[in-house]
């Protein structure tokens, strides 16, 4: 197979170039319809293969490996975004004259509008004519010009309001990312990428009240927020230069319209030139389905709200931490954020053991059932990280003591990050197998569900941890994790029976024609890719049996018929 440079030609730049010399540059791959990549069934309809070099799961490994980079580098100045004011909240409160429930609001209301903003970056990414770069890049462009009048914001509410749009506009980077791995890898190969990507979205957080603290030591709070646009800037042009699209369905198109060139007296067309599905049914399902979802389903209902709990300690320890090492052992502002990057470490064997998991679990079960197992394999990291919770909270708090060297409270938090990457792999993992048909709708409202919950930690955690003192204050959460332990031992146990008699389980085994179905998931679902064996299909893929072959806007007719999908599929 030739090997296709995707920087040279799918690329904002590369397209930018080739416009501006009217295609003399860089220009693209020749292709024929005679072309042994190239498949046009006898309706006219244009279908990947296989063996074409420019269908994303064909680029070659280093190309792959590039991206995933970006992606995972992305995804982390997102997630520290959501906390790079959280260590100079003092010296807001002291700029602004508020106190700090006041400022604790710049956290949660950024928070607020990651939860929101995939309900919307979703829809758009899912679009043919957007495609995963037309959703990244204008909103980085927002983002970043926001920044410049964030730092020189004059009041707490210019502040406030900047914060939550701003967020709005970087959600894309936590949400969309998923689905670009997914157009790229699959089978082990998705589950190790989304792995990495996951941990440094989760170990972003943590970053970001250390990065805060330690830059207003040399300057002032609005330091914090200047370093965030010269990233996000350095970000915007790596996208522009070296990010290709990896849309299946807006690359199809592109190659269509080539072929049409080349081939003028020829009916060429894309799957999605067909039918092209609505912004506004694409927002219904986004918006309203999520919620649906939530009502009809308590194994997603629980889950999430489990998830939810888990990610809010994050943001819990943010003002846990530095309160108690201030307290106990009398450190200053800076030093006492330096424990919270403990989570890393718990977040790096998390990520070993998902692998072991892979290699040792997975993939052998897979073998012996000749398929996918049932999604309660899943469960796995779930359970056991589900102790892991209440038993590093208790152990940071009542190892909290002057007498007590402060290596032994920072080990037992630690542990939180091993937790909260257990649990991303696992429930999204499970939402997403679980509910094929309607794993969007799950994800995209376990997002929305955990960002709001986790909006409300940075407002509460200050005053229960003042009031309760840090022994007490860490047994609250750490009994609620307890009442809550069960949940994933149940459902790896009953978690089948439940989804049998479930509405949305019975739709989807309706709709499912096979067994051979792959997911590729997004971490807050609002963007995903489904792939599945569509023998019947006068639209299938041509390559002998594949499986993994798909495109999720067909007709009008068929999509008629998938009124209660998420994502259209072919069928």
Same mark, same amino acid.
């Given at each position: 197979m030739k090997e296709f440079n995707p920087t040279l030609n799918y690329t904002f730049v590369a397209h930018c170039i080739r416009w501006i010399s009217k295609g003399k540059l860089l220009?693209?791959?020749?292709? +024929? *319809?005679?072309?042994?990549?190239?498949?046009? +069934?006898?309706?006219?309809?244009?279908?990947?293969?296989?063996?074409?070099?420019?269908?994303p799961r064909n680029w070659a490994k280093r190309y792959k490996i590039y991206v995933t980079i970006i992606i995972t580098v992305s995804t982390f100045v997102c997630a520290f975004n959501t906390s790079a004011l959280t260590g100079v909240l003092s010296y807001i409160e002291d700029a602004f004259q508020v106190n700090t429930y006041v400022s604790s609001l710049s956290v949660s209301l950024a928070l607020f509008g990651y939860g929101l903003g995939p309900m919307i970056a979703g829809p758009m990414s899912e679009v043919p004519?957007?495609?995963?770069?037309?959703?990244?890049?204008?909103?980085?462009?927002?983002?970043?010009?926001?920044?410049?009048?964030?730092?020189?914001?004059h009041n707490i509410q210019t502040l406030l309001v900047l914060r939550f749009v701003s967020a709005l506009c970087l959600s894309p980077m936590l949400s969309v990312a998923g689905a670009t791995l997914g157009d790229m890898f699959r089978g082990p190969a998705l589950a190790y990428s989304l792995g990495i990507w996951g941990s440094l979205s989760a170990v972003g957080p943590s970053a970001g009240p250390l990065v805060g603290s330690a830059i207003v030591r040399a300057g002032t709070w609005r330091w914090s927020v200047w370093i965030i646009l010269i990233i996000s800037l350095t970000l915007l042009l790596i996208i522009l230069f070296f990010l290709p699209e990896t849309s299946h369905e807006k690359l199809l198109r592109h190659k269509s319209a080539r072929l049409r060139a080349r081939h003028p007296t020829q009916t060429i067309m894309a799957p999605s030139d067909l039918a092209v599905l609505s912004l506004k049914r694409l927002a219904t399902i986004y918006l309203v389905r999520p919620f649906e979802m939530l009502v009809r389903e308590p194994i997603a209902m629980v889950l999430s709200l489990y998830l939810a709990f888990v990610y809010s300690l994050m943001f819990l320890s943010f003002a846990a931490v530095p309160y108690s090492f201030q307290v +106990?052992?009398?450190?200053?502002?800076?030093?006492?954020?330096?424990?919270?990057?403990?989570?890393?470490?718990?977040?790096?064997?998390?990520?070993?053991?998902?692998?072991w998991w892979i290699n040792n679990r997975y993939l052998p079960q897979e073998a012996k059932l000749g398929g996918a197992p049932p999604p309660e394999i899943y469960m796995f990291h779930a359970c056991l990280g589900g102790p892991i919770v209440p038993i590093s909270l208790l152990w940071f708090g009542w190892t909290s003591y002057p007498s007590i060297h402060w290596?032994?409270?920072? *080990?037992?938090?630690?542990?939180?990050?091993?937790?909260?990457?257990?649990?991303?792999?696992?429930?999204?993992?499970?939402?997403?197998?679980?509910?094929?048909?309607?794993?969007?709708?799950?994800?995209?409202a376990n997002t929305f569900m955990r960002c709001v919950m986790a909006s409300a930690f940075p407002i509460f955690t200050p005053i229960m941890y003042e009031r309760l003192g840090v022994h007490w204050g860490s047994a609250v959460p750490a009994f609620a994790g307890i009442l809550l332990l069960p949940t994933p031992f149940l459902i790896k146990k009953y978690g089948r029976w439940l989804r049998a008699s479930s509405n949305t389980h019975s739709k989807d085994e309706e709709n499912t024609p096979s067994s051979d179905y792959i997911t590729a998931t997004a971490e807050s679902g609002s963007a995903r890719s489904e792939y599945m064996n569509a023998p019947s299909s006068k639209y299938r893929a041509a390559t002998a049996g594949s499986s993994e072959i798909v495109f999720s806007k067909i007709d009008q007719e068929t999509f008629s018929d998938t009124q209660s999908h998420d994502t259209v599929i072919l069928k």
């Open positions: 220009k693209y791959p020749e292709i +024929t *319809i005679e072309d042994p990549h190239t498949y046009i +069934t006898p309706d006219g309809i244009l279908e990947w293969t296989d063996t074409d070099p420019e269908f004519s957007i495609g995963r770069n037309g959703v990244y890049i204008p909103l980085l462009v927002i983002f970043a010009i926001l920044q410049v009048p964030l730092a020189l914001s +106990t052992y009398h450190w200053s502002k800076l030093v006492s954020t330096i424990p919270v990057t403990g989570m890393f470490v718990g977040v790096c064997v998390g990520l070993c053991i998902h692998i290596i032994v409270p920072v *080990i037992g938090f630690s542990n939180i990050g091993f937790a909260v990457f257990c649990f991303f792999q696992s429930i999204m993992s499970y939402l997403t197998n679980a509910y094929p048909t309607t794993a969007a709708s799950a994800i995209a």
